[in-house]
C-alpha cells in the first residue's frame, strides 16, 4: 500500500524556523517526485513546489520562490518543507503528495501537517 | 493556466445527481483531474485523463471533457461522497493548478 507519512501539527511564533516531512517508500522517493500543496484555513489547495529526490532537482512555484525551502533525504525516503522565518499568513495546512512527472496528477497524498503561526 | 469551478456550492439529495464543471483559461488536452478532499484526510484522486477512474474509484464517478470545459459527474450520491471537489489542470509542468472547488453538501 502506498503512504506518504507526514509530521505531527506544529505551533510556533512568528519569526521561529520549522521543518516538516514527508516520508514515503522507497518506491516513491527513487521514482517520483514529491510536491508539496497548502491550503489556507478556509481556501483551497496552491501548488508550492516539488522536488525529485534521486537528483534534488527543485521546482518551485513563483510564489513561494524565496518563501520555503525544500529538500529530501533519499536515504531516509524523507521530504522536507522548510520556512527560515515563520510568519502568520503562513498558518496552513501543508499536505505532500506524489507525482511521476510530466503529464501526470497527483496519484497519493499524505494526511497533512497543520502548522499555525500565532504569538 | 487559470481553473475555475462552478458552483462554489452544489446542495443535492442522497441518491440524485451530482454534476460539477471546471473550466480552463486555455486548453490543457485532456490534462484535468478531479479530487475528492474530505477534513481531516489528505485529496484522494477520483479521476484522470479528464475521464479514467483512478484505482478503486467506484463506478458511479464519471469524467467527461477535454480543451478547456470539463465535468465531474456522480450519478447517485451516497452519503461518503459529500466533500469538496477540485480540478486540476496538469497541463502545464510544473505549475499543476487548482480549481477553487466545489463544496458537495447534502440538502
Known amino acids: 500500500e502506498v503512504q506518504l507519512v507526514q509530521s505531527g501539527a506544529e505551533v510556533k511564533e512568528p519569526g521561529e524556523s520549522l521543518k516538516i516531512s514527508c516520508k514515503g517508500s522507497?518506491?516513491?522517493?527513487?521514482?517520483?517526485?514529491i510536491v508539496w500543496v497548502r491550503q489556507m484555513p478556509g481556501k483551497g489547495l496552491e501548488w508550492m513546489g516539488m522536488?525529485?529526490?534521486?537528483?534534488?532537482?527543485?521546482r518551485y512555484s513563483p510564489s513561494f520562490q524565496g518563501q520555503v525551502t525544500l529538500s529530501a533525504d533519499k536515504s531516509l525516503n524523507t521530504a522536507y518543507l522548510q520556512w527560515r522565518s515563520l510568519k502568520a499568513s503562513d498558518t496552513a495546512m501543508y499536505y505532500c503528495?506524489?507525482?511521476?512527472?510530466?503529464?501526470?496528477?497527483?496519484?497519493?497524498w499524505g494526511q497533512g501537517t497543520l502548522v499555525t503561526v500565532s504569538s | 493556466i487559470v481553473m475555475t469551478q462552478s458552483p462554489a456550492t452544489l446542495s443535492v439529495s442522497p441518491g440524485e445527481r451530482a454534476t460539477l464543471s471546471c473550466r480552463a483559461s486555455q486548453s490543457v488536452t485532456s490534462n484535468l483531474a478531479w479530487y475528492q478532499h474530505k477534513p481531516g484526510q489528505g485529496p484522494r484522486l477520483l479521476i484522470y485523463?479528464?475521464?479514467t477512474r483512478a484505482t478503486g474509484i467506484p463506478a458511479r464517478f464519471s469524467g467527461s471533457g477535454s480543451g478547456t470545459e470539463f465535468t465531474l459527474t456522480i450519478s447517485s450520491l451516497q452519503s461518503e461522497d459529500f466533500a469538496v471537489y477540485y480540478c486540476q489542470q496538469y497541463h502545464d509542468w510544473p505549475r499543476y493548478t487548482f480549481g477553487q472547488g466545489t463544496k458537495l453538501e447534502i440538502k
Open positions: 522536488i525529485y529526490p534521486g537528483d534534488s532537482d527543485t
Open positions: 522507497e518506491d516513491t522517493f527513487t521514482n517520483y517526485w
Open positions: 485523463g479528464a475521464s
Open positions: 503528495a506524489r507525482t511521476y512527472g510530466d503529464y501526470i496528477p497527483f496519484d497519493f
